[in-house]
């Protein structure tokens, strides 16, 4: 990162908080968000490492048991490591590669209207008030589902690709100061 001390602040007593307070719980939190999620993620994968071998060979990638089990340990132990601040960029980088192929594969395969059938709105509005509000019942009927597809779409590339840049943050920039890395380690890849 810049050195604030370089910085040209509009307000210039704020270089010490920005440098000392907001930036080393910036960081905190980003990697804290980041390895979180990669770990919620996968928590599933790492129960069943091998899951996910038909996925990933249907987009490529052979032999699917290898890939399966590296992106089960790439989200959970990957996750625990951004996490701890330890081996940061290396860890953010090989998961930011993995994000980007997430990426990749929302936007190439969006959900389109084949994940919701007429028999499925039929099902769901007849369940009623046991699944959706009155509302979500009227909006579903109104355009066939169109709308929440379009929303979900929207969610699985949005994320991806924050989630894509943030690793690629980390990467770049390391863990910040409250980290393995530089409190134990004293150093960064």
Request: no cysteine.
């Amino acid at each position: 990162m810049q050195d604030q001390s370089a910085t040209k602040l509009v307000l210039p007593g704020m270089g010490r908080f920005y440098g000392h307070v907001a930036q080393p719980f910036a960081f905190l939190g980003l990697r804290l968000v980041v390895g979180a999620m990669l770990v919620i993620e996968g928590w599933p994968k790492i129960q069943s490492p091998f899951a996910m071998a038909g996925f990933t060979e249907a987009i490529g990638f052979y032999p699917g048991w290898f890939w399966s089990a590296v992106l089960a340990a790439l989200q959970f132990v990957g996750g625990l490591m951004i996490l701890a601040g330890f081996l940061t960029r290396p860890v953010a980088l090989a998961n930011a590669l993995m994000l980007a192929v997430t990426f990749w594969f929302h936007w190439s395969n969006p959900y389109g209207a084949m994940a919701l059938t007429q028999e499925g709105i039929v099902a769901a509005q007849a369940a009623g008030q046991a699944l959706f509000t009155a509302d979500g019942i009227r909006n579903l009927a109104a355009d066939g589902g169109a709308m929440f597809l379009h929303q979900v779409q929207f969610k699985a590339e949005g994320l991806s690709a924050l989630w894509t840049v943030a690793a690629l943050f980390l990467a770049a920039f390391g863990a910040g100061p409250l980290s393995v890395d530089r409190t134990l380690l004293k150093r960064e890849f």
